[in-house]
């Protein structure tokens, strides 16, 4: 069984749009992430969300929402598609958000969505 | 704030040769370190990590000590295959962070035969 999962794995849509990536976790961890990959392969956290509570948020275009119906689900809504928003989009999970000296804590990536903006 | 910084790639080996990939970060505190990989067209895996200085990761013949006095965390393998060939990510994670990884920039190995 997959442990992160997002769907869908290609995305090709046009500007403008709104668009909608899911992701499930089924490792029963507390946290979960978005995080964007752009084309030079640079990774970068979006938010994080802690038991449907938003944490991190870095300062994202509000056109981007997530979503977080429960524990297992952080969903990413984006309203009109611009050409930059075309990137790789990694969900991950963790435990918890403690992953500093010490921790037994690892990050979970899922298989990312390939999101192209025409 | 936070950061890592990674040697630039790419990296070209022939198979069965000696890998070092530098890894040297900036962090108030005591972070935990990691290295993912990513093969083509795939997500990212952990590698390996650390979680205080001076302990060893390694995995798949990979190696990487954490050494708070160079505050760096280089990874090694004695001898490389085709099959490791992918894009390695260097990534800390610091206290009360709320588990927010930050990345070096990639290195990208190619290995050939």
């Known amino acids: 069984d997959t442990a992160v999962s997002q769907t869908p794995k290609y995305l090709v849509t046009q500007m403008g749009n709104d668009k909608s990536i899911k992701c499930e976790q089924n490792?029963?961890?507390?946290?979960m992430y978005w995080y964007k990959q752009d084309s030079k392969k640079f990774l970068k956290i979006m938010f994080s969300?802690?038991?449907?509570?938003?944490?991190i948020n870095e300062t994202v275009p509000n056109r981007f929402s997530p979503k977080s119906p429960d524990k297992a689900h952080l969903n990413l809504h984006i309203n009109s598609l611009e050409l930059g928003d075309s990137a790789v989009y990694f969900c991950?999970?963790?435990?918890?958000?403690?992953?500093?000296?010490?921790?037994?804590?690892?990050?979970?990536f899922g298989e990312g969505s390939w999101l192209t903006v025409v | 704030g936070n950061s890592v910084t990674q040697m630039e790639g790419p990296v070209t080996l022939s198979e069965e040769a000696f890998l070092t990939i530098n890894c040297t970060y900036t962090?108030?505190?005591?972070?935990?370190l990691f290295w993912y990989v990513q093969y083509p067209g795939e997500g990212l895996q952990l590698l390996l990590k650390a979680t205080k200085a001076d302990d060893k990761g390694s995995n798949k013949g990979f190696e990487a000590t954490y050494r708070k006095e160079t505050t760096s965390f280089h990874l090694e393998k004695g001898s490389v295959q085709v099959s490791d060939s992918a894009v390695y990510f260097c990534a800390l994670s610091g206290d009360n962070q709320g588990g927010k990884l930050i990345f070096g920039q990639g290195t990208e190995l190619s290995v050939k035969p």
């Open positions: 490792l029963g961890h507390d946290t």
């Open positions: 969300y802690n038991n449907k509570e938003l944490i």
């Open positions: 962090a108030t505190g005591y972070p935990s």
């Open positions: 991950a999970s963790s435990q918890d958000g403690s992953l500093g000296q010490g921790s037994r804590n690892t990050i979970y």
